[in-house]
């Protein structure tokens, strides 16, 4: 199952994972026409829910419903996501992303540990981001609320650790990758849908901890995190 399929990095998995042809997928997304754009091409393969995440009262009935259509969950990838840049720190942008990337976030990802715990397997894939890994000062709504994703799919891994069930937890953390999400001035390394989704396919059939996306973005991501705060401030968000 993807939830947040309707387009970019979601909807190039939800592709790839059709062509394999020997499972359902399982795509849940807000605009039904993209939906079934994507069940029409094959119809045999697809099973599709129509659903806001932060739509909170109807999020855990419509992933229900999807997975009985499905006949059952072995993975579910969590893509949808939201952020823009903020240079008027309007809170009307940062709350959109709090509600998508945290509330509707949580919600998703608690309802499908729950249920993997209760099956005794089953694997929660999150597409997180490289750039939690620091504030930032022209999103500080997305890069925290992709920390605190990232944060949160640890405390889940550290969780199922203790019930020693084979369900499996993988954060998925792209640098930059080609869609509408990609946004501001200086992009470099910036991977296309296609390579982003073999990386991430890749990272999810090993049942990997975490994946940078793509690889290279490991050292970036060292680098990242080792400078020091009173030079990081003064560098351009
Ligand atoms: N592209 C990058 O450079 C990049 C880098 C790091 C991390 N990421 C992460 O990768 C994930 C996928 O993003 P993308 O790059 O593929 O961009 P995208 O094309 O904008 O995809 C975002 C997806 O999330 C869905 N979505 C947003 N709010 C939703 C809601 N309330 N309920 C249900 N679905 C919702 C969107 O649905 P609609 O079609 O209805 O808008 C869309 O399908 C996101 O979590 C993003 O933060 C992307």
């Known amino acids: ?75 579910l990838i969590l893509s949808a996501g939201t952020g823009d840049l903020n240079p008027l720190l309007d809170y009307g942008v940062e709350r959109a992303a709090l509600e998508t990337n945290v509330l509707g976030w949580t919600c998703v990802a608690d309802w499908a540990v729950r249920r993997f715990e209760r099956q005794g397997r089953g694997h929660l894939a999150a597409i997180t981001s490289a750039g939690g890994l620091r504030g930032s000062g022209a999103a500080p709504a997305y890069s925290a609320t992709k920390a605190f994703q990232m944060n949160y799919l640890e405390g889940l891994r550290q969780r199922l650790q203790g019930k020693n069930l084979p369900v499996c937890v993988t954060d998925l953390r792209p640098g930059f990758v080609d869609t509408a999400m990609a946004k501001g001035e200086g992009l470099f390394w910036v991977a296309s849908v296609e390579e982003a989704c073999r990386h991430i396919m890749r990272g999810i059939a090993r049942r990997k901890d975490v994946v940078y996306v793509t690889r290279r973005w490991r050292l970036v991501a060292w680098f990242y995190r080792r400078i020091p705060g009173w030079l990081f401030k003064r560098m351009q968000g």
Do not use: H, N, W
């Open 1 to 75: 199952m993807i939830v947040g399929a309707t387009s970019g990095i979601g909807e190039g998995l939800a592709r790839r994972y059709a062509e394999e042809g020997q499972v359902k997928v399982g795509i849940m997304g807000r605009r039904a026409g993209r939906l079934k754009g994507l069940c029409r091409l094959r119809p045999e393969v697809f099973e599709a829910e129509v659903c806001d995440v932060t739509d909170l009262e109807r999020v855990e009935a419509s992933l229900e419903r999807l997975a009985a259509r499905m006949g059952g969950l072995d993975l």
